[in-house]
């Protein structure tokens, strides 16, 4: 979650952690877990509200990983342009 403390304003933080910490791991269906959080970041910090993040990371991640740029093959390089850290 280092990526949280170093990109998300301090105000903005306690929001996006109790809200990924509420979601279930088994709606990822076993993907790359610091991809989907990620994901979520990214979307929180290009100003998608939170609930929808969340219906979306429940209906059909995949969708959450296009959404945030990160549904390609490239995700990795994508990651570490984006926190300088990849999964």
């Known amino acids: ?46 100003g998608v509200g939170m609930d929808e993040i969340l219906d979306e990371a429940q209906s059909d991640w995949r969708d959450l990983l296009v959404d945030a740029g990160l549904g390609g093959a490239d995700w990795r390089v994508v990651m570490e342009r984006r926190f300088g850290t990849s999964a």
């Open 1 to 46: 979650m280092q990526m949280i403390e170093s990109e998300v304003p301090a105000d903005r933080r306690a929001v996006l952690l109790e809200s990924i910490t509420a979601l279930d791991e088994s709606v990822f269906e076993g993907q790359n877990l610091d991809r989907m959080v990620a994901a979520i970041v990214i979307l929180f910090l290009d």
